[in-house]
T-cell receptor, first 115, second 112 residues
């Protein structure tokens, strides 16, 4: 079937605006992860979903960041009152069971630019 | 917290040669390591997983080693091709059931 998809692929916004990023995982994958990747840097863990619950939100940088997941389906990452330091690529990944030996399947990412 | 270091310099090699990438870690010793490939504008793609009790793992022209004494994994691309040009990321388990910690990656460019 289809892989992980993310939308939009690019988002340019003004400082202070809210943005919503969407992730459609592979069907049947119970686990979903959000990461942030700044230019030239590694993947920074943001949040982990098992089904529609988020047992680990420890990577969310501030209370301006939140995420939801509907069942074992689509997830949205919301950033409120965006700041320039939020500019990065936001990657979503899904895996079958959510154990760390699972392969994580990544989407193409959303490139967020905050002016 | 776990610190992961990959080759800080990009690797430029001639087609046909072997590229060797390093992944060093401190503190917690992972039970296994994963290697991913990332092309520009795309998400990472899984390549190989090696467990702590495995010294070496191979997949086609790729070879990974895992030395828990040195706290190091080496990733080799043999008989390299221009299509191997990409950024390669190592990822370590975090001692829980679900989380990986990723290195910053090493960019490899293979010249024809």
């Amino acid at each position: 079937g289809a892989g992980v998809s993310q939308s939009p692929s690019n988002k340019v916004t003004e400082k202070g605006k809210d943005v919503e990023l969407r992730c459609d995982p592979i069907s049947g994958h119970t686990a979903l992860y959000w990461y942030r990747q700044r230019l030239g840097q590694g993947l920074e863990f943001l949040i982990y979903f098992q089904g529609n619950s988020a047992p680990d939100k420890s990577g969310l940088p501030s209370d301006r960041f939140s995420a939801e997941r509907t069942g074992e389906s689509v997830s949205t990452l919301t950033i409120q009152r965006t700041q320039q330091e939020d500019s990065a690529v936001y990657l979503c990944a899904s895996s079958q069971q959510g154990i760390s030996t699972d392969t994580q399947y990544f989407g193409p990412g959303t490139r967020l630019t905050v002016l | 917290s776990q610190k992961i270091e990959q080759n800080s310099e990009a690797l430029n090699i001639q087609e046909g040669k072997t590229a060797t990438l390093t992944c060093n870690y401190t503190n917690y010793s992972p039970a296994y390591l994963q290697w991913y490939r990332q092309d520009p504008g795309r998400g990472p793609v899984f390549l190989l997983l090696i467990r702590e009790n495995e010294k070496e793992k191979r997949k086609e022209r790729l070879k990974v080693t895992f030395d828990t004494t040195l706290k190091q994994s080496l990733f080799h691309i043999t008989a390299s091709q221009p299509a191997d040009s990409a950024t390669y990321l190592c990822a370590l388990d975090m001692g829980n059931d679900y989380k990986l910690s990723f290195g910053a990656g090493t960019t490899v460019t293979v010249r024809a």
